[in-house]
């Protein structure tokens, strides 16, 4: 068996493999896709001590980096289940099973996607989902937020420092967020909240210069001339593979404590897939050290 085996190749699971692997330790890694959110990202300007990297560019890095060392990298393979035998069994999809005594779970997880034209045309040439990420792109610029949760309304506070303007655009009658977060937005002179708008498309020509939206009232459609689109209906965490395996929270997000130990002695966790709270790349290679140490630490004990 393996000693430590880490599912998920993002930030988080190669920064856990690089840990593992410098312990002397039997390591693997599966993964669907290595390099994870990264893969799909363009500008990167928040790695701390790299002013300025590519999605592409910083994934090659990582799995230059994992390959220097003694890892079994299992790279497009998904996994289907876990289950605790003897030692952790890790069945994949196409019917592998693989054997290890410690867990590392680090899948990650998935920006919600509204699905209307544009959308994926322009990711990334004005369509955003991470305010901390590109809202420094668009400053002195007009914006919209596509959502009135909380997250909606966290991310249009955020922006509204940076950026000219702010819509929010919300579905339902009124906003979905904490009273607090509604009285902050609505304080704010450059943030206008529209409800009941159903958004239809986004548009541009090589980037965003407005979008689409269908007033649900009057069935009127309205379009507005802006260079961003944030999209903020939620972030779904790859977890339900594992079922009730381990312990989740009410958005499916694995519960770890500081270590990264889940309620399974032995499970381990980092990154976007667990209930830590900011999810960055920054936070989550954090987090894949600390989930390897804590497991190491439990290997050493058991
Ligand atoms: P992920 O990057 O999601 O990686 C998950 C890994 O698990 C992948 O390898 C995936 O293939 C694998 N996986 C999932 N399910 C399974 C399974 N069942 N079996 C096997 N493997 C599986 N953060 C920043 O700090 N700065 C930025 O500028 C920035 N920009 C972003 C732009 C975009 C468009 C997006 C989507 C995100 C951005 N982020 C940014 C956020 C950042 O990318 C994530 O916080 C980070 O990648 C999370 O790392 P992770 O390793 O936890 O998960």
Not at 13 to 20: N, P
Not at 209 to 221: A, C, H, I, K
């Amino acid at each position: 068996p393996y000693d430590m085996l880490i599912v998920g190749g993002g930030p988080a699971g190669a920064s856990a493999a690089i840990y593992a692997a410098r312990k002397g330790i039997r390591t693997g890694i599966v993964a669907d896709r290595f390099g994870g959110q990264v893969a799909d990202t363009k500008g990167i300007e928040n790695f701390v001590a790299t002013k300025y990297t590519e999605g592409p560019q910083l994934t090659a890095s990582l799995e230059e980096h994992v390959r220097d060392y003694d890892v079994d990298i299992l790279d497009s393979m998904l996994a289907d289940s876990l289950e605790k035998k003897d030692d952790f069994e890790l069945k994949l999809e196409n019917g592998a099973a693989l054997q290890s005594k410690t867990i590392v779970l680090s899948t990650g997880a998935s920006w919600k996607t509204i699905g209307i034209p544009g959308e994926a045309e322009f990711t990334n040439k004005g369509v955003a989902y991470c305010p901390h990420c590109d809202g420094p792109m668009f400053e002195g610029k007009d914006v919209a937020v596509i959502g009135g949760g909380n997250s909606g309304i966290e991310a249009a506070i955020d922006l509204a420092g940076i950026v000219k303007h702010v819509t929010i655009l919300e579905f339902l009658p009124e906003l979905n967020a904490d009273s607090v977060l509604q009285e902050r937005v609505h304080s704010l002179s450059n943030v206008t909240v529209i409800t009941n708008a159903r958004t239809s498309e986004i548009y541009g020509e090589s980037k965003v210069q407005g979008l689409s939206y269908v007033d649900r009232e009057s069935d009127e459609e309205r379009s507005i001339e802006l260079a961003g689109v944030f999209v903020q209906i939620g972030l779904d965490p790859n977890t339900a593979w594992l079922e009730d395996t381990v312990e989740k929270n009410k958005f499916g997000e694995i519960v770890t404590d500081k270590t990264g130990a889940t309620d399974v002695p032995g499970v381990f966790a980092a990154g976007d897939c667990t209930d830590m709270p900011y999810k960055q790349i920054i936070t989550s290679m954090g987090s894949g050290a600390s989930a390897a140490l804590g497991a190491f630490d439990y290997l050493i004990r058991n």
